[in-house]
T-cell receptor, first 115, second 109 residues
C-alpha cells in the first residue's frame, strides 16, 4: 500500500514550457486534491475532485488544468509555466461518504522552479 | 477576510509549557475539521480530527465550537519534538478544503 505518490519530486522549467505533475493513490479514495504551498505560507487549493469525471476549481486555479479519468489518478497540467508558479505542489486524497470526510493523506510533494 | 484564519504566531515556548492555538472559519456550511502538523519542507500529516464533543490524544486536546465557528488545539507538557507548523483545515460537505496559513511552534530547552 503505497498511499499517495507524486512524480516528479523536483523539476526546473523554463518560462512558457508545459508539464504534467502526476498523482496516484491506491487507497480507493473518492476525493482528491491539488495544493500549492509558497515559502512561509499555507496550502492553497488549486483544484479538487469528488470522483472520477468530476473536477472543481479551488482558490487558485488560474494557469492549471486537471482531469480525473480514473479513481486512482489526478494529474495537474501547467500549460505555460510562469515564475509565479514556482512552488511546492502537494496532492492529497481522502474518503468521504454521506457528507462526512475522513482525513486527507498527502503525497511527498513536487518542488517546481520556473526560471 | 480569509475563510480560515489562524493565530499568526510564531510561538516560542519552553519545554513543559502548555500552548494553545486557535483557528476561526467563516463558512457556516463547514462539516469536517482537522489539525495537521507540518515539518520543514515535508508533507502535512494528520495530528487530530476535531469533533464537537472535543477529543483528546495524550498531550493533545482539540475542541470545536460551531456556534462561534472556531476550533482549538491545546498542547500540554510541550516537548522539543513538538516544534513544527500546525495547520487547521476546514472542509465543506461539497468537498472543498481550506487550510489556514499555519502557526509555527518552537519549543526550547
Amino acid at each position: 500500500n503505497a498511499g499517495v505518490t507524486q512524480t516528479p519530486k523536483f523539476r526546473i522549467l523554463k518560462i512558457g514550457q508545459s508539464m504534467t505533475l502526476q498523482c496516484t493513490q491506491d487507497m480507493n479514495h473518492n476525493y482528491m486534491y491539488w495544493y500549492r504551498q509558497d515559502p512561509g505560507m499555507g496550502l492553497k487549493l488549486i483544484y479538487y475532485s469528488v470522483g472520477a469525471g468530476i473536477t472543481d476549481k479551488g482558490e487558485v486555479p488560474n494557469g492549471y488544468n486537471v482531469s480525473r479519468s480514473t479513481t486512482e489518478d489526478f494529474p495537474l497540467r501547467l500549460e505555460l509555466a510562469a515564475p509565479s508558479q514556482t512552488s511546492v505542489y502537494f496532492c492529497a486524497s481522502s474518503y468521504a461518504a454521506r457528507g462526512f470526510q475522513e482525513t486527507q493523506y498527502f503525497g511527498p510533494g513536487t518542488r517546481l522552479l520556473v526560471l | 477576510r480569509k475563510e480560515v484564519e489562524q493565530d499568526p504566531g510564531p510561538f516560542n515556548v519552553p519545554e513543559g509549557a502548555t500552548v494553545a492555538f486557535n483557528c476561526t472559519y467563516s463558512n457556516s456550511a463547514s462539516q469536517s475539521f482537522f489539525w495537521y502538523r507540518q515539518d520543514c519542507r515535508k508533507e502535512p500529516k494528520l495530528l487530530m480530527s476535531v469533533y464537537s464533543s472535543g477529543n483528546e490524544d495524550g498531550r493533545f486536546t482539540a475542541q470545536l465550537n460551531r456556534a462561534s465557528q472556531y476550533i482549538s488545539l491545546l498542547i500540554r507538557d510541550s516537548k522539543l519534538s513538538d516544534s513544527a507548523t500546525y495547520l487547521c483545515v476546514v472542509l465543506t460537505n461539497a468537498g472543498k478544503s481550506t487550510f489556514g496559513d499555519g502557526t509555527t511552534l518552537t519549543v526550547k530547552p
